[in-house]
Structure formats: C-alpha cells, structure tokens
C-alpha cells in the first residue's frame, strides 16, 4: 500500500487555521485508526485531529507552535507497515475434520500463510468535522457567502441580509463593504483596524503575536460592542450569612473533589433568576424581527487562563444542586487551564457570571456574550458598617454590575432581575445544597 497522507480536515465554520498545540506522536511509531496525531487549538478551542488509517508515521510536516491550515499535510503514514489484523481467531485448524489423506480441502484456506493485507483503495475519507467553530454566529448564509465575507474582511453578522427570511447574499456583502468604505456604517471586529502610528520613533519596541484565545476575544467583544446598546446596572448583595453557609457546606464540595466558592452559588441562584424572569434568558432576532425564549438554563463562567479569558458553559444549571454545580465548575476550569475545552463546551449558553473577586476590584463594566442579553459582574466583598434595626455591624458586601441589551431588556427589567438575585443571595436558607 502506498504512504497515506493525512491532511488537515475542516476545522468547522469560519475556521479555517489553527495553532498546533503538541504533537502526540513520532516518527517511527505505529499508530491506530482514530488515534489523535495532534492537537491544534482554533480561537478558543483545542481538537485532537485523529489519523484516517492505521500504520507506521513516516514524517511528520508541522511544528509545535506554528500555524496549520485546512488541507496542509501534516502527517505521512506508511499504511503497509501496519501490523497485520490479528488472524482473526479463527477455530484452530480443522480440529473437527479428522480425514487425513487427502491434501487439505479448496474450502478450508489457510489463514496464517495469507496475511490479510487491506485493499489498495483509496484513502479512507477525513472526518467531515472533528472541530467545531465557537463564534456564536448568527448570520444566515450560505458557506460560499461566509467565505467571501471572510475574504474580504467583513463580519458577516454585521451585514443585513435582504434574502427570504434575513438570508445574506454575496451582493448583501459587497453593499456592506461599500457603504463601511463611504464611512456609512459601523463595522465591528476585524474591519474597523485603526492604522498605528511607527512607535520605533520613540524607542525600542518588540513585537508578539497574539495567540488564537487573544484574537477570538478581540473580535468577539469588538462585535459585542459595537452592536450592543449597553446598560449597566450596580448594586450591593449582603453576602455574610451566605458566607457562614459556604465555610459550614465546604467540606461536603471537597468530598466531591471541589471546592465550594461563592460562584457555585451565584450560578446556581442566575438559573434560577433566569425562570423567573425569561426576558433575561432570551436572544434577539433582528433578521426576522423575533425574541426567542430558552426553555433551558445554561450558565457560562468566565475563566481566567495564561492564554486569555475563556467561558465555559455550565449546561442544565436548574436541575443540579450547588455541590453539583461546584463539582462541574471545578472540572470546567480545570480542563479550560489545561487547553482541553472543545467548541461545543463554549456554546450554548444563556447567561454568563464573570467574577474578578479573586483579583480585587469591585463595580465594573462587563461585556455582554452575544448571543445573550445579560451578564453579571462580580467584584470583591468586603466588610462595611451597615444600618440594621437601628445599630451599624460589619456586614460582608459584594459589588455586583449587571450588563444588558437595551433594545431587548428595558432599566426596569435589569433593576428587577438584578433585586432578584440580591435577595436570593441574602436569604440562602432558600438554596438547597443537595437537591
């Protein structure tokens, strides 16, 4: 059998390069079908690209570090020298035929002088789609119209579509092209790159890449931006009883191999804010003048890593107990840190909590995830003197900054939502740690 080589496949919508993160094989070993080759990390994802066909690696054409694209070779494998499929066990030679004179019988062939070498057919075809793109798009387009938009440098979520129901056409995207050219619209992420002035003028400077994670924050929050009315709202929640419930339930988290944190609880107290208040658990469809309702609560955690910020999604928060949730949030930034997060684990949410606590600071501006219409912030608590029945105590308080979309949330709504979560907060004897 010819070598077989293995070529990068489709990484997914809108992704068509990605950064190869390690090599997890050498020159010389012998491989399986379906083993992971590599893995390559694609905005804020990683993916092991998995070999088509069994055999030794004869060469292996990227480096660790360096840019992949869909198509580059990237691995060669001599297939003949695969192993040979075990002989199928076969039932030990004919035990059962005792007639000894005769050569052996045209029906019966010998398995073991025959190696079952496999066709010399073509490739077995690559996986349609081992990746998943996480960009949140919502466009509708065709992947020809995409790739056209992408050629030329235009967010085609920013481009209103004039087809049956909002489609985007490749003439919708050329207009869009034109009028950001004639400064007629406000074109987000990528296109809207302000010429720099040479800071060598000044001094010494050096230069770096940024890497994937960099890159896909830069471009998903200059869309969000820049296509989002902001508003946010800033309130205080009384966290001290709900401190005092956390020290006592910890050691129940630990168990489980977690630890309990004060975002465990926020999580699961937004699930259930988002119930009662489904305008905050919707998205908005300008293309085709709609608001869609989510009938489920999926909560993204922003997660601090050496790479960039990344959101894992906490799927079906409502059916799961705070110790569940700390167990699965735990596990979350533990693969996000570890580069293990797939696309699919980054999508899909409903609301997203970001809580820079740990660092310090308190009120601040958080970005809305599009899709979503809302995130909470959340700041570090401290002790302050607070009026109750007539005396001032030191009461533990947390800053909480709720952003949302103003064309879909009104102030009344945020207020609402927000009051709602700062009294589920101070009364935690209404949270169930186990059910």
């Not at 192993?83 to 004179?101: G, L």
Request: some cysteine; aromatic content about 4%; charged content about 20%.
């Amino acid at each position: 059998m010819a070598d077989i080589e293995i070529k990068l496949p489709p990484l997914g919508e809108n992704v068509d390069t990605g950064d190869v993160v390690r090599i997890l094989v050498k020159v010389g070993e012998t491989v399986k079908k379906d083993q992971s080759l590599l893995e390559l990390e694609t905005g804020k994802a990683t993916a092991e690209i998995p070999s088509t066909t069994a055999g030794v690696v004869k060469a292996i054409h990227v480096k660790e570090g360096a840019k992949a694209k869909t198509g580059q070779l990237i691995v060669t494998i001599d297939a003949a020298a695969a192993p040979a499929a075990e002989p199928a066990k076969a039932a030990p030679a004919p035990a059962a035929a005792p007639a000894p004179a005769a050569p052996a019988p045209a029906a019966a062939p010998a398995p073991a002088s025959a190696p079952v070498a496999p066709t010399r057919s073509a490739p077995p075809p690559i996986p349609a789609t081992p990746v998943e793109a996480a960009t949140g798009s919502t466009a509708a387009a065709a992947p020809s119209t995409r790739k056209f938009a992408r050629e030329i440098g235009v967010n085609i979520d920013a481009v209103p579509g004039t087809g049956p129901g909002g489609r985007v056409s490749v003439d919708d995207v050329k207009n869009f092209a034109r009028a950001a050219s004639a400064g007629m619209v406000k074109v987000p992420g990528k296109t809207t790159a302000t010429p720099l002035p040479d800071f060598t003028r000044w001094g010494e400077v050096e230069r770096q890449p940024l890497n994937n994670v960099r890159i896909a924050t830069a471009d998903q929050m200059s869309f969000c931006w820049n296509t989002i009315p902001h508003v946010t709202l800033h309130d205080k929640a009384d966290i001290t009883e709900l401190e005092k419930l956390r020290s006592e339930a910890k050691h129940k988290a630990e168990s489980a191999g977690a630890k309990l944190t004060m975002t465990a609880f926020l999580v699961k107290i937004a699930a259930s804010a988002l119930k009662v208040h489904p305008k905050i658990n919707s998205s908005l469809d300008m293309a085709r003048s709609e608001q869609i309702f989510k009938k489920y609560y999926n909560i993204g955690v922003a997660v601090d890593t050496e790479r960039g910020l990344v959101v894992p999604v906490l799927r079906d928060v409502d059916r799961r107990n705070v110790i569940q949730v700390s167990v699965e949030l735990q596990r979350a930034a533990d693969r996000a840190r570890a580069r293990k997060l797939s696309p699919d684990d980054m999508t899909g949410g409903c609301f997203t909590i970001t809580n820079i606590g740990g660092i310090g600071g308190g009120f601040f501006t958080p970005i809305i995830n599009h899709p979503e219409v809302a995130i909470l912030g959340v700041g570090r608590a401290s002790y302050e003197p607070v009026l109750v029945n007539g005396f001032f105590q030191p009461r533990l308080m947390m800053p909480l900054s709720l952003s949302f979309d103003h064309r879909l949330v009104d102030g009344a709504d945020g207020a609402r939502f927000l009051r709602w979560i700062i009294e589920a907060i101070q009364n935690p004897v209404l949270l169930s740690l186990e059910g």
